[in-house]
């Protein structure tokens, strides 16, 4: 009975060792994997810490650099460096930054487009001054903006109406008097297909008053010509008659004793007059 209450006493004895000691193994196996995994993600942690530190600083700098000398490359660049920002307030307020600075850029180049719309005024350059424009922000800026470049659009128009006036009016009235008016308004349409157009037409209508005045000249000639054959043609007179005579055979000098021969002009500088049966 004694062997029997011993041995279960130290077989107890050994169970509650091994459970004591699984216990203690496996807690020390939990406290090492728990212990490494804090140290781990502690420093990552750390690392990306870190880097975010690191961008924030680039980007500050960045913006810093671009509010001082602002550039359309800097702002590029800028936008690149603050997306990857990951602080949001940080963010924010370096986006806002930038647009502002994209803002005098764009009023800049706004400005500038403006003003070479207004020294070169073509419809091409309205349309890029209008873009840059669209994107101003300041409303009065983006008015004054859009005012001027109105004004010069309808400067265009207005020349471009008063060549085709004088164009139309030159084709409808197709005088040599005419022309230099055409000409001088079409010379200040600047749109180069619009000013093509009308030169083409000013063009057909000069060579069209051209073929007509050579028309006119060859028949003047032809008249000259014929004047001339008839003043120098042979006539035929009498004496004492009041009429001059075509043919020398005409009935009207029958009676004639006295028939001479002369120049038409020279019969009509006696005061003579065709014989009426001619
Ligand atoms: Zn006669």
């Known amino acids: 009975m004694k062997k029997i209450k011993s041995f279960i006493f130290l077989a107890v004895c050994i169970f509650s060792l091994q459970v004591n000691q699984g216990v203690l193994v496996n807690n020390s196996i939990i406290d090492n994997i728990s212990n490494q ?74 400005d500038k487009a403006v003003k070479n719309l207004e020294n070169n005024q073509i419809r091409e ?42 164009v139309k009016n030159l084709e409808n009235d197709q005088n040599r008097n005419n022309i230099s008016e055409a000409q001088t308004k079409t010379g200040y349409v600047s749109d180069s297909e619009k000013n093509a157009d009308l030169n083409r037409r000013i063009t057909a209508v000069i060579s069209a008053i051209e073929s007509r005045e050579a028309q006119e000249q060859a028949a003047a000639q032809q008249a000259a010509q014929a004047a001339q054959d008839q003043s120098t043609a042979t006539v035929y007179i009498t004496a004492t008659g009041k009429r001059y005579h075509l043919s020398p055979n005409c009935r009207g000098l029958n009676n004639s004793k006295s028939t001479s021969s002369t120049t038409l002009s020279d019969a009509e500088a006696r005061g003579l007059t065709l014989c009426q049966f001619e």
């Not at 800026?141 to 008063?162: G, P």
């Open 37 to 110: 995994s804090t140290i781990v993600s502690a420093d990552s942690k750390g690392d990306k810490k870190n880097s975010s530190d690191n961008n924030i600083r680039q980007a500050k700098k960045i913006v810093k650099n671009l509010e001082k000398e602002p550039s359309e490359e800097k702002l590029l660049n800028a936008k690149k460096i603050v997306k990857k920002v990951k602080h949001k307030e940080t963010k924010s307020s370096l986006k806002k930054r930038i647009s502002k600075v994209e803002q005098t850029l764009i009023i800049d180049k706004a």
């Open 125 to 166: 350059n309205i349309s890029d001054a209008q873009q840059i424009t669209d994107r101003v922000k300041n409303d009065d800026k983006k008015a004054d903006l859009n005012r001027r470049i109105q004004a010069v659009s309808n400067a265009i128009t207005t020349r471009e109406n008063d060549a085709e006036v004088a």
